[in-house]
Every structure is written in C-alpha cells, then in structure tokens.
C-alpha cells in the first residue's frame, strides 16, 4: 500500500483480499470470534497509510470486509479516530447468503460494482465490500468517475477486463510469468504493481509506476487475462466481457493498451460461493531409498492397507501417490529418495488420526529397508469444500451502506441475458509441412493456470502470427489429454482467443471439491500451465 501511494499519482487504492479459500479461513475465523470475519491486514496497513492517503486525496476501495464489512468499516473508523484522519468510511453489504444455507460456513453472492459507486458519488473515502467480484473494485469507482449508465455495455466490460488484469496484482508485472527467463532477474525481483489509467470510453493503458520493478508488456497482460477465466464470454453481475474482443497493443514501454472490448448484458442470476467443512484429512509421506523403489513402495502399501482394513474405522478416503525423485548413482541420499504419499479424509477425527498415525508409526522397524517418514502424521485437521450455486439477481439485497449511515438500496440488473457458450471463431490456415524438432511446448508457448472451484483453467498463448498457426491447430483439448495425463478421463473444453493468440483450457473436476480439499499435489492447478510448457510435441523448425 505504501509503495502504490509514494510511488506516483493515484485516484483510487483497490485491493483484493479475498479468494475461494479465504472464505473458508474467514468463516473460520468468525466461529471463534463472531466480531471478526475480515481480513485484519488491511487494518495494518491503514494504521501506517492512512495519513499518506489522506494528505493525497486518494480514495481507497477493498473487499477486505470478507464476511463482515460492516464490522471492518467500524473498525476502520475507530482508527482514524485514534489516528485524529477525518475519514468518510462506508461499506457495502447484502452478499451474504448464509442463512439460507445453513450447511455452510459461507455463503455469499459475488456482487457488481454498483454499490462501491453509490458509495464513491456519495462522497466516501473508504469503501469496504464483502464478496464481491474482483473486477467489482475497478468497476465500481469507474461508473462512479464518468457516470456510466449500468446500459452501458462495452464501457463497462472494458472496465472488467481491466480490473481482471489488476486483480492478482503483480501477476500482470511480471510475477508469476512463464517468459521470465527472458528478463534480467534484477528487474523482476521486486516488481512494482500494476495501474490502469482508465478512460471514459471504456479503453484502458496497463502501466506502473515509475521506476518499479517488473513490466509490463502484451505477455505480461495476456498472461493474467487467461487466469481463471474460461471461454469467451466472462460473465458477472455488472456485464458479460466478451473476452474474443480484446485488444492489446504495446503503446509504449511499460504501457499496453487495451481496447475494443464488447460487453453484453450481464447473466440473469449472481453466483454463490458456498464453503463448508468437509470433515478430517492427514497425511504421511514415506521415504524410498536407492534400489528396489516400486517394490518397497508395493511393501507398505500393503502393509498399510491390511492395518487400515483391520481398524477399528478405516477413513472413507485413502489415496496414493508414488512421486519419482529419486536418480541412479545419486550423488546424495536425497536425490537417491522418492516419496510416497498416503493422503486420508473421513468425517471422523479419530479415523484420520489415532487410526493413520498407528498403522505408520508401528511399521518403523518392519517394512521397507530404510524405513523412515518426512514427519509422523499428526492427529488430523479439517478440511473445507467449495462449490457454486445460483440464485436470481433480485434474490439478493445489494446494499451500500453510506458514511453518514444512510442505506441506498441497489436495483439489480433489469436488462439480462443468459449465459450462452460463444460460436467457434474462425481459424487461421495451418503452418504448411517443414521440418520438425522434438522440444518442450514451453519454448514457443506461454501458459498461466489456476483454480475455479473443483475445476482448473489453463491459458496458452504464443507470440507470434505463425506460432498461433501451429498451436491452434495441434494443441486440440485430445492432445491436451494425452500431454496432461491426469486429465485423460476427465472433460476438457478448448476455447480459442484469436485475438490473444491464446487457446483457454477447462479441465472439470481435477481439484476434486476445490483447493481447500487438497485434492492433488498441486491443490490449486498454479503450476499445471507449467507442467504443459514442459512436455514434449514435434514443433516446426522455424518456430525455435
């Protein structure tokens, strides 16, 4: 917060402090204190940049309110009194759905950006939100700043698109990035984050302050615009971004353009975020040295497995999974190692804890040669499930709560149209027959990948009309199974961005009941983009 306000001239602060996960975290912070519920950080980091916001005119919108924005809006007042900064702080509520899911731990409706405006036009210089949607932040302060009609489509998708690459903050500077190799380390260090400089006609310029770390060109933004996004049409409370209209253009160092964004009107129902505890997961890690790794592996697997069948409650869920590490003649005993994971759930505490722990722990002298675990399992911990549900947008009452106390009611969406999958846009003609060399995918593609619930997306783009050529018509979603070989029995769906030069991959049900099930190694899908940019493919000479 302290480096964006020094670092150059500003109107608004957002900041994004909420995801699937930190819901869960959220709801389990208010079940021991039902006062807390919001993301406390942003108070730090107020209690230090108040002032200098203050002294700047900069008007700070966050959805650090999480699961109690009405309690961080209080909070936030009680500082700037203790700190004598004469601040107008509102909030906005009304997304949460909890009640009437009484499962849930959390429950909440991912709002639009109007109530941040009615705030912004009433003069706050605070707004904090529960849930909303992470463009909402952008988009709330952009109607508010040139008076948008909520009809005004292409302006507000533009806006959308432009908080989607502000989101995951440094992630469209540079962070993150699959060309990185490309940039002097120095620069990507420490990089700065992101601004855009919006304009009235819905067109952005993605920049930085400067003299920030980082950059900023059209990898940087195409990369972040492909993150957990799907087909073409991305679809909130405010618009429907078509994101086959993008437009990107370098103007500048430092400086991309976006323009020619097309909005639609927004999806007649708002989407749900539901988080509740799923029961008791654990886990131990054995440890296989040297010679012989498939057959001590088999050893205690079947040793475990008997000790499990023979408990007194065997956990519902027992998963394995055998990872390679190991190398021939390996100069240490490390690198001489694999590791062998045993991942159970079950809704019973005791099933998962007293149950794993005793199995493992009394084979230590009576399986494998070299018997020993990274870490004896412990007695369990909970684990959480995310799924998404849909409730009409006049289901929900979008409130912005004002500073002096008014509530201003938000009308929902009164124009909508349903959510349908856009057409297949027309392809280029493939690269003509060459020669070919056996290399990674990653050396002519980038990717980016990430979580949606249980499913995960994986953005691919290349750099050049004649790579585009090639990759849209070899990476189809069968090879894609084929290259990522735990998504072989599962449905993937390939969308193409022409203008992007970008295929966008949706791989439903691979994180199984969301990240904070752990469901795989990799729980949230960040580096499956990576693990596709590392396999193998017959690519045309003229393109290495």
Not at 162 to 173: D, I, N, R
Not at 409 to 428: H, K, M, Q, R
Request: glycine share 12%; with cysteine; charged share 20%.
């Amino acid at each position: 917060m302290r480096e964006m306000l020094t670092g150059g001239p500003l109107d608004v602060l957002t900041g994004d402090y909420l995801a699937e996960l930190t819901m869960l975290i959220l709801g389990r912070d208010r079940l021991k204190n039902p006062s807390g519920g919001y993301a406390r950080t942003f108070l730090g980091q107020l209690e230090e940049c108040l002032g200098l916001a203050h002294e700047r005119g900069v008007r700070i919108v966050a959805n650090a309110g999480g699961l109690n924005p009405a309690g961080l809006a209080d909070a936030v007042r009680q500082l700037a009194d203790r700190l004598g900064i004469p601040v107008r702080v509102a909030h906005v509520e009304g997304d949460d759905l909890t009640a009437g899911h009484p499962r849930s731990l959390a429950a909440h409706a991912y709002l639009g950006g109007a109530g941040i405006a009615a705030c912004l036009r009433e003069g706050a210089d605070i707004v904090v939100t529960g849930r909303v949607t992470d463009a909402a932040l952008v988009t709330g302060p952009a109607v508010a700043h040139f008076g948008w009609a909520p009809d005004a489509y292409d302006r507000l998708a533009g806006a959308v698109v432009a908080g989607h690459v502000l989101e995951c903050g440094t992630q469209a500077t540079g962070g993150n990035y699959a060309f990185f190799t490309d940039h002097d380390p120095a620069r990507l260090r420490h990089p700065g984050f992101p601004l855009a400089e919006l304009h009235e006609d819905g067109t952005s310029v993605i920049t930085k302050h400067d003299g920030t770390g980082g950059l900023v060109d059209i990898g940087t933004v195409t990369a972040q615009l492909l993150y957990e996004t799907s087909g073409a049409r991305y679809a909130g409370p405010d618009v429907t971004a078509r994101l086959d209209s993008v437009r990107l253009t370098q103007e500048a160092p430092d400086r991309v353009r976006i323009s020619g964004v097309r909005g639609e009107a927004p999806p007649p129902t708002l989407k749900v975020g539901l988080n509740r505890l799923g029961g008791y997961r654990n886990e131990v890690v054995f440890v296989l040295t040297g010679l012989d790794i498939e057959a001590k592996a088999a050893l205690v697997r079947d040793q475990m497995e008997t000790a499990l069948d023979a408990a007194k409650s065997r956990p519902t869920e027992v998963r394995w999974d055998l990872a390679r590490t190991d190398h021939p003649d390996a100069p240490t005993q490390e690198t001489a190692s694999a590791l062998l994971r045993l991942v159970v759930r079950d809704p019973d505490q005791d099933a998962v804890g007293r149950t794993l722990s005793g199995a493992a722990i009394e084979l230590a002298l009576a399986s494998y040669p070299g018997f020993h675990v990274i870490a004896p399992p412990g007695k369990g911990s909970p684990y959480g499930v995310f799924e998404d549900v849909y409730v009409p947008q006049g289901a929900v009452e979008h409130v912005a709560v004002l500073h002096d106390g008014r509530r201003v009611p938000v009308a929902p969406a009164t124009d909508t149209l349903v959510l349908e999958p856009a057409l297949e846009p027309a392809l280029p003609e493939p690269l003509p027959p060459g020669p070919t060399r056996r290399a990674p995918l990653g050396v002519v593609a980038g990717a980016r990948s990430g979580d949606k619930g249980g499913n995960a997306n994986v953005g691919v783009w290349v750099r050049s009309d004649d790579a585009w050529r090639w990759l849209v018509h070899q990476l189809t979603a069968d090879r894609f199974q084929n290259l990522i070989t735990e998504s072989c029995h599962l449905k993937v769906v390939r969308h193409a961005l022409p203008n992007l030069r970008a295929l966008n991959f949706v791989v439903e049900g691979i994180l199984g009941e969301g990240v904070a099930s752990q469901h795989r190694f990799d729980p949230q899908a960040k580096a499956l983009g990576e693990w596709l940019r590392s396999r193998h493919l017959d690519i045309p000479e003229a393109l290495l």
